[in-house]
């Protein structure tokens, strides 16, 4: 069972940055693809940014490409989501998602489907984001 434990939530003014933290637990990391979703009410749940930690490699959403930047930390177990020039639209709630890799997610695969909510088993407790003046 995955355990995924989010950190780093909080308010801020626009243009401040913040950086959230994702540990994962109760499987090995490297086989790992973890996630940043975010959420307001009444809307559907965006992806935000992947990671196929194997590879190191990632994917951004358009609506965040060049503020925000996910990475990884193999010793620690964490992804990181670093956003920077936050706008009150990113104000949401922010989820980890992961899923394990097993034979089905290729990284080519992965490429197409790392935004879709629907293909994460485990999701941390979310943090919430909160960006305004």
């Known amino acids: 069972q995955v355990q995924l434990v989010e950190s780093g939530g909080g308010s801020v003014q626009p243009g401040g940055s913040l950086r959230l933290s994702c540990a994962a637990s109760g499987y090995p990391f490297p086989r790992l693809l973890l996630a940043w979703f975010r959420q307001v009410p009444g809307k559907q749940r965006e992806g935000v940014a992947g990671i196929y930690t194997e590879l190191s490699r990632t994917n951004i959403a358009d609506s965040v490409k060049g503020r925000f930047t996910i990475s990884q930390d193999n010793a620690k177990n964490t992804v990181y989501l670093q956003m920077d020039n936050l706008q009150p639209g990113d104000t949401a709630m922010y989820y980890c998602?992961?899923?394990?890799?097993?034979?089905?997610?290729?990284?080519?695969?992965?490429?197409?489907?790392?935004?879709?909510?629907?293909?994460?088993?485990?999701w941390g407790q979310g943090t919430q984001v909160t960006v305004s003046s």
């Open positions: 998602a992961a899923v394990g890799r097993g034979i089905v997610f290729t990284g080519s695969y992965y490429q197409r489907v790392w935004n879709r909510s629907d293909k994460y088993e485990y």
